[in-house]
């Protein structure tokens, strides 16, 4: 009776919140996004700094 109880605690698991596929797509796809949002920010701020630094 108490060796079956220690074995179904044994084999549960829980699945966190950010642990199956769906999110884990999804935290992939903003990944993504930020990426390229920060890297067209750098190209313009790098710009502008160049920009500057000819003009002035």
């Not at 642990?19 to 903003?30: A, L, P």
């Not at 920009?51 to 002035?56: E, P, Q």
Request: aromatic content about 14%; hydrophobic content about 50%.
């Amino acid at each position: 009776m108490f060796a079956s109880k220690k074995h179904k605690e044994a084999n549960r698991f829980y699945l966190l919140p950010s642990m199956g596929r769906s999110n884990r797509k999804h935290h992939r796809e903003v990944l993504l996004w930020a990426l390229v949002v920060g890297l067209i920010c750098a190209a313009i701020v790098g710009f502008l700094i160049w920009f500057m630094n000819g003009r002035f």
